[in-house]
């Protein structure tokens, strides 16, 4: 089981603060262990409580945990002359170096390890033990402080460095999974518009077979089918060129299935209303005839918003509007936010990153969100062609 990492650190200072106090306050348990505190309690105890409190921010603030640790040690052997001895005093300074090399920038190392080093030279410079008891004492210090030193800087520059590579790996996984959705989306994309092109060019052929049987005996009525082939035809290459620019997947031979559009928002609607939703639909402006893509695009963007809905915000009130300007088409999902459900199925952002993708396409603009009343609320705003505005 592995531990959390908040809790890793209160144990960390917890420890440390245990040690201190059995030393300040257990005087035998301190002769016999050769650990050493000089200098009154009142104010020795404060003191030496803030290493074991600084160890809390080792993560997120290392070089201030360096300072909060090696300060107060290098102040106490400068108040007392006598440096202070003991695992109590080890422990949350390889702890602090170790956080150190582990979690700060170069920077903040070579700034933290100067903190370090002339705390340490303090520390030995007022015990009467280490530098200025001659020559076997300097070497013992000496010995000391590069154990102290070197032991917890290898360590945290070992787990620093598999700690870089394990986020760089991580990182480069999330973004291959997020251009592999991408990916998939505009191949779904692609391949509704490829069937939204073929309805035209299907029904271009249809009307032309049609023209040219009346073409010897009703003449007059040829005009309605060429209508109908200079729409379908115009509607045809606009979505052309929108599937040429979307990466299209090859997928082999799929039977065609007719599209659904704005017509379908209606018994879309009634569908979630089954499904448990409270939801109203609201339309303005003059409801007119859209390209089949754009139809298209309006009807997924209503329906992966109601999805989204059902399952985030069970027995939600939603309200879907559909507003037709004369430049633009504009819809919008918003929802109260309802019972939230808190392991709702894992939908890994499809939603929201099929609706860009379709905006895109259409060159839109598309703002999804929470709101401050509560709920969620997305709006798209689709804009028109100058064919097919009106």
């Known amino acids: 089981m592995r531990i959390p990492p908040r809790a890793l650190d209160l144990g960390f200072a917890a420890g440390s603060a245990v040690l201190t106090l059995a030393v300040v306050f257990g005087e035998g348990l301190a002769a016999a262990s050769d650990q050493t505190i000089a200098g009154s309690r009142w104010w020795v105890l404060p003191l030496m409580l803030v290493p074991s409190a600084a160890l809390l921010w080792r993560r997120s603030q290392p070089l ?102 394990a986020l760089a790996t991580e990182k480069a996984l999330v973004e291959a999974q997020a251009r592999a959705a991408v990916a998939e989306e505009r191949a779904r994309i692609a391949r509704e518009l490829h069937d939204v092109v073929t309805h035209h060019v299907n029904l271009v052929v249809l009307q032309a077979m049609a023209a040219s049987g009346m073409l010897d005996h009703d003449p007059e009525r040829v005009r309605e089918p060429l209508a109908v082939i200079e729409r379908s035809g115009r509607e045809a290459l606009t979505e052309m060129r929108r599937l040429l620019g979307v990466l299209r997947e090859e997928d082999g031979e799929r039977p ?69 300007a004369p430049e633009a088409v504009e819809v919008a999902v918003v929802d109260d936010g309802g019972r939230q459900v808190e392991h709702a199925p894992a939908g890994g952002g499809r939603g929201l990153l099929g609706m860009r993708e379709r905006v895109a396409v259409y060159a839109g603009t598309l703002e999804a969100g929470p709101v401050p009343e509560g709920g969620f609320a997305v709006h798209a705003r689709l804009p028109l062609s100058p064919e097919e505005q009106p």
């Open 64 to 165: 201030a945990t360096v300072a909060g640790v090696w300060v107060p040690i290098a102040l106490h052997s400068m108040f007392t002359g006598m440096g202070a001895e003991g695992f109590f005093i080890v422990w949350p300074a390889w702890v602090s170096l170790y956080a150190l090399a582990a979690y700060g920038s170069r920077r903040q190392l070579l700034t933290g390890l100067a903190v370090a080093a002339v705390a340490l030279f303090v520390h030995d410079w007022n015990d009467p033990r280490a530098w200025r008891a001659g020559a076997e004492g300097a070497w013992s210090a000496a010995w000391w402080d590069l154990l102290l030193f070197v032991a917890p800087l290898i360590g945290g520059l070992v787990a620093g460095t598999r700690r870089t590579r």
């Open 256 to 324: 065609l299935a007719p599209q659904p559009g704005v017509g379908d928002v209606d018994d879309l609607v009634g569908s979630a209303r089954s499904a448990g939703l409270s939801v109203g639909l609201a339309v303005s402006g003059t409801p007119r005839r859209l390209p089949a893509g754009l139809g298209l695009t309006v009807y997924r963007i209503v329906q992966e918003s109601l999805t989204n809905a059902a399952r985030h915000a069970a027995g939600s009130t939603v309200g879907v509007s559909l507003r037709y």
